[in-house]
């Protein structure tokens, strides 16, 4: 009986750990060094074909998204 609880105690606190971590995306704004354009990316540029446009990290997408005019437009 104990083990069923251990196991079962693990499990959901695997399993939260796993929604935490996959509410915590962060969305970044870029800019292609080459053509100029901007996107939104999930996971931070680490080459240089692309950078980081402004000083924000997003918590949703949609709000990266509604941001990039405005940011694009300042850099």
């Given at each position: 009986m104990k083990k069923l609880i251990v196991c079962g105690t693990f499990a959901m606190l695997g399993l939260g750990l796993g929604i935490q971590a996959a509410s915590a995306a962060e969305f970044y704004i870029v800019r292609d060094a080459t053509t100029?354009?901007?996107?939104v990316v999930d996971t931070k540029p680490t080459t240089t074909?692309?950078?980081?446009?402004?000083?924000?990290?997003?918590?949703?997408?949609s709000e990266a998204e509604s941001a990039v005019t405005k940011v694009c437009t300042e850099h």
């Open positions: 100029k354009k901007c996107t074909t692309v950078t980081v446009v402004g000083n924000s990290v997003y918590k949703t997408k």
